[in-house]
């Protein structure tokens, strides 16, 4: 029993591996670049290709009818973003698109594997650096073959932070953004990070690098690998209220400890965003 979707978790180490050697390849060749939901929010025929080749494996190995899935590009195509108690893989095929467009160098796969709502692995392949962080529940957390902890600073001026600021640019999601940021910087903190790309963020804060990543508005596919990795790492997952956190909520604190937690949640100001399975 405690075995349980262990034949998943390898298979889905292998298939980010693979997934990752197409987007190396692919960032050597002229990209074409398409927008989504607005003229920053970038999509490339890479992401749509990965995407399937994912998607496609897992269904050739696994059965069609028994598990679901929900990845960024079905989802931004119109297939609606349900999760169920079925077996449900989510799917980020690349994370830090805008990245990957300007070849700045981190671009993650992401691939979790959730059953009854709850998160049992999480695979994020970070292709470009060639490192693949994994974790299964109960397991503990590796990047590559070492185990992996979170960081064991309690003291907030001792800490670095990851935040980013997504794609909505209406002015006053920005101001938020940024006003939480100046809070922050101002406690003071020792620095302010963004790798951009949520997953590879998350993977910083399960290795130690830094105490904590939080961010309004990223999805469920950003996230759901990197929160098994930062779990068994020993870290914490919240709302940004200081609730409980909603994997579909597009709201998440991830951070090495609660104090961390806790004292960042004081400065952010939250905005309203539309969940990931809202009915539209
Ligand atoms: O679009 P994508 O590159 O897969 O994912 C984005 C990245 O994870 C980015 O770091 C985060 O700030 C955005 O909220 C995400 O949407
Ligand atoms: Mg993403």
Request: with cysteine.
């Amino acid at each position: 029993m405690c075995d349980q979707w262990k034949e998943e978790f390898e298979y889905a180490v292998q298939v980010a591996r693979a997934a990752g050697a197409v987007i190396r390849k692919a960032g050597e060749c002229e990209i074409k670049v398409q927008t989504k939901s607005c003229a920053v929010d970038l999509v490339t025929q890479t992401d749509d290709r990965v995407e399937k080749i994912i998607i496609g494996s897992l269904k050739e190995q696994f059965g069609e009818g028994t598990h679901c899935f929900i990845g960024e590009e079905s989802v931004s195509k119109g297939k609606p973003c349900v999760f169920t108690d079925k077996p449900t893989w989510i799917i980020d095929p690349v994370d830090g698109t805008t990245n990957f467009v300007h070849g700045f160098p981190f671009v993650a796969v992401s691939i979790a594997f959730a059953v009854n709502k709850k998160l049992e692995f999480g695979v994020v392949y970070s292709c470009i650096e060639d490192k693949m962080y994994k974790a299964r529940k109960g397991h503990g957390a590796f990047c590559d073959d070492e185990q992996i902890q979170v960081s064991d600073v309690k003291d907030i001026n001792k800490s670095i932070i990851i935040s980013e600021h997504g794609t909505d640019r209406s002015p006053e999601k920005v101001s938020k953004i940024f006003s939480t940021m100046q809070k922050i910087l101002r406690i003071p903190v020792h620095g302010l990070r963004g790798s951009g790309t949520a997953a590879t963020n998350m993977c910083l804060v399960a290795c130690g690098a830094s105490e904590a990543f939080f961010e309004i508005g990223i999805h469920c596919w950003d996230i759901a690998a990197g929160v098994v990795i930062v779990r068994e790492a020993g870290g914490i997952l919240l709302d940004v209220d200081g609730g409980e956190f909603d994997l579909m909520s597009r709201r998440m604190v991830s951070a090495n400890n609660k104090t961390i937690a806790d004292r960042i949640i004081k400065e952010i100001e939250i905005f309203e965003v539309v969940r990931d399975d809202a009915e539209i």
